[in-house]
């Protein structure tokens, strides 16, 4: 990790990092864990969403992502709207003299590839743009690494999110559809591989053993309006999403059993609120949480649990406890077939309580075996999030890179001919 002139090389991370998506700290946390046990002479600094926050918990320098600090709220007033545009014209020339600065830049985990919740073009994915366009033209290689994707209809994000796939220097997706998605977006994904998602590599605690209906059914919730293709019918998404959630839950209530309620985001917190409202019931109790370890040791307390957010699916699966899914795009759908549960997927759009409570009979009555088909693909999951790590630093520190067994070679080929990928 420190070249022949003895300079330690230098590494950023980029992305909506301390944002409060704890999904997308989840990652970072993953892959700092990775650089400072295999690469901890690199000298590593953030351009992120919320770089105090970045700072005062990972111990890295950061920067925030954008010159205008309302980038992701609606501007209606002229100095707003005039502020926002000046931003636009700033942040090419900040995000350029920003990488400059490193050696490799590393875009870790997270959608930045997708458009599956509301989107605009000219927020993050102009920045991941104008980061990819900066790698390469100032010669410092970009490495998007099990990245979400999914294919986008809005023609300007759309061509945003494809030339940014294309000009990284490395790529690599959290799961098969996402490949085929910027696939299909005219990106040559010939040499891209797929591994699971960084959170995998996450130290976890054990599974608590299940004692009966006493133990809590977890319920991740979100703030769940659709996606990009769904703004003119948001609130009806939404609405049927809460209510169909609340009456899940009053039903479980009514069983006697005990419900905690989870969340990914601090958006989702007036979801939160309102099932409170509306169920009314000490059985009925939010947890506070603030990381992936937080959702981990909520989830391996519970029986079961029943989620939204992609992050909340992964602890729960992580930790082995069965686990059902309110699915809103195909990553969860993946995600939910990789571990052995593709049986147990729910549509978010269309949230049915009748149907749902089916599902989820069936998912305690087949507890056991799931929870040990969960502690095979965990085993599973661990060691390809290690090839993933082993594969980044082939990619991108090739002088540290170790000495691979032919079984694991076309993965450091494939790593090494990416460097050159248009």
């Known amino acids: 990790m420190t070249p022949a002139n003895g300079t330690p090389v230098r590494v950023g991370v980029f992305g909506l990092l301390g944002s409060g998506n704890l999904g997308n700290d989840g990652s970072l946390e993953a892959l700092l864990?990775?650089?400072?046990?295999?690469?901890?002479?690199?000298?590593?600094?953030?351009?992120?969403?919320?770089?105090?926050?970045?700072?005062?918990?990972?111990?890295?320098?950061?920067?925030?992502?954008?010159?205008?600090?309302?980038?992701?709220?609606?501007?209606?007033?002229?100095?707003?709207?005039?502020?926002?545009?000046?931003?636009?014209?700033?942040?090419?020339?900040?995000?350029?003299?920003?990488?400059?600065?490193?050696?490799?830049?590393?875009?870790?985990?997270?959608?930045?590839?997708?458009?599956?919740?509301?989107?605009?073009?000219?927020?993050?994915?102009?920045?991941?743009?104008?980061?990819?366009?900066?790698?390469?033209?100032?010669?410092?290689?970009?490495?998007?690494?099990?990245?979400?994707?999914?294919?986008?209809?809005?023609?300007?994000?759309?061509?945003?999110?494809?030339?940014?796939?294309?000009?990284?220097?490395?790529?690599?997706?959290?799961d098969a559809p996402s490949r085929d998605a910027m696939r299909a977006m005219g990106v040559d994904t010939a040499r891209d591989e797929v591994y699971p998602d960084l959170a995998f590599s996450?130290?976890?605690?054990?599974?608590?053993?299940?004692?009966?209906?006493?133990?809590?059914?977890?319920?991740?919730?979100?703030?769940?309006?659709?996606?990009?293709?769904?703004?003119?019918?948001?609130?009806?998404?939404?609405?049927?999403?809460?209510?169909?959630?609340?009456?899940?839950?009053?039903?479980?209530?009514?069983?006697?059993?005990?419900?905690?309620?989870?969340?990914?985001?601090?958006?989702?917190?007036?979801?939160?609120?309102?099932?409170?409202?509306?169920?009314?019931?000490?059985?009925?109790?939010?947890?506070?949480?603030?990381?992936?370890?937080?959702l981990m040791r909520e989830t391996a307390a519970a029986r079961t649990v029943v989620a939204t957010r992609y992050h909340n699916l992964i602890c729960a699966l992580k930790v082995g406890t069965p686990t059902l899914a309110l699915t809103y795009a195909a990553k969860s759908e993946a995600l939910m077939d990789r571990m052995g549960l593709g049986a147990y997927c729910h549509p978010a759009h269309e949230v049915d309580a009748d149907r749902l409570l089916h599902q989820f009979r069936a998912l305690e009555r087949h507890s056991a075996e799931l929870r040990s088909t969960l502690a095979e693909r965990n085993l599973i999951a661990a060691r390809q999030v290690e090839q993933q790590f082993t594969a980044l630093t082939a990619a991108l520190f090739p002088a540290a890179a170790p000495t691979l067994d032919h079984a694991h070679a076309h993965t450091v080929d494939h790593a090494h001919d990416l460097r050159e990928a248009p």
């Not at 948001?234 to 809460?242: K, M, P, T, V």
């Open 33 to 174: 864990g990775h650089l400072r046990a295999a690469h901890p002479e690199a000298v590593v600094d953030a351009l992120c969403g919320g770089p105090e926050a970045v700072t005062a918990r990972f111990a890295i320098p950061a920067t925030r992502l954008h010159w205008y600090r309302g980038e992701y709220r609606t501007a209606s007033r002229a100095g707003a709207i005039a502020a926002k545009g000046l931003g636009k014209l700033l942040d090419p020339f900040r995000t350029a003299a920003w990488v400059r600065r490193h050696d490799v830049v590393i875009v870790p985990g997270m959608g930045v590839l997708e458009a599956t919740l509301p989107l605009r073009p000219w927020g993050f994915p102009y920045a991941l743009f104008l980061l990819c366009a900066s790698g390469r033209l100032l010669g410092t290689r970009v490495a998007l690494v099990s990245v979400g994707a999914a294919g986008i209809r809005q023609r300007s994000t759309r061509v945003l999110v494809r030339w940014s796939a294309r000009l990284a220097a490395y790529r690599s997706y959290r």
């Open 202 to 294: 996450l130290p976890a605690p054990p599974a608590a053993a299940p004692r009966g209906p006493a133990d809590p059914v977890c319920v991740g919730v979100m703030a769940f309006h659709g996606g990009n293709d769904d703004r003119a019918r948001a609130e009806e998404i939404h609405r049927r999403y809460l209510d169909q959630t609340i009456r899940f839950v009053r039903a479980l209530v009514e069983e006697g059993r005990p419900v905690r309620l989870l969340t990914g985001d601090g958006v989702d917190a007036p979801v939160v609120d309102a099932i409170l409202d509306a169920v009314d019931s000490p059985l009925v109790t939010a947890a506070e949480v603030t990381s992936l370890a937080d």
